[in-house]
């Protein structure tokens, strides 16, 4: 893929490297909020993670508010903004956001993929969760609680699963 493409969507489709400055500025700031070794660990998982697969399609920003439901199913599936062809990891980030424990596994078994997708989905949740958090600490108490426990759930599973 070429730079106008990968700066299109946002870098989704391929490793969260682009992002690495970013998340480890974060990273620095919310030291005493998140478990920062744990976190680099992730982080650097992530970035040491390469996806081997025939590049298929993605979103992008597979979100809860993107992920039309009627009647209890899903109905539409809307905003392609960020869509592409590449690594489907970026989708996966929706295992943390939208589902929580039996549902989460649930959905990890569903999409079938392997440890290194979803290494590199670790690093797509962690590096938002961190931005978000670094964000709204201190000016959305409720918000930075709730990315802060998502923090803590994908840690989690990461020293679960790997």
């Known amino acids: 893929m070429g730079h106008r ?7 989704r489709g391929m490793s969260p490297a682009p ?7 974060c990273l620095a700031a919310l030291t005493p909020v998140v478990d920062a070794d744990r976190a680099r660990h992730v982080w650097e998982t992530a970035l040491d993670a390469d996806w081997h697969g025939t590049p298929v399609w993605f979103h992008g920003d597979v979100a809860a ?3 039309l439901v009627r009647g209890g199913e899903l109905s539409a599936v809307i905003d392609f ?10 989708n996966l980030v929706i295992a943390w956001t939208k ?3 039996p549902s989460r596994a649930a959905f990890r078994a569903a999409v079938g993929q392997d440890d290194a997708t979803w290494a590199g989905a670790h690093g797509w949740q962690l590096w938002k969760s961190l931005l978000v958090l670094s964000q709204t600490l201190d000016t959305a108490p409720d918000e930075a609680a709730g990315t802060r426990r998502l923090v803590e759930e994908m840690l989690a599973e990461h ?4």
């Open 81 to 90: 903004g960020t869509s592409g062809v590449g690594d489907p990891a970026c």
């Open 159 to 162: 020293d679960r699963f790997g």
């Open 65 to 67: 508010g993107n992920l």
């Open 99 to 101: 589902f929580t424990g």
């Open 5 to 11: 493409r990968r700066g299109h969507s946002w870098y």
């Open 19 to 25: 992002y690495d400055d970013e998340t480890r500025r």
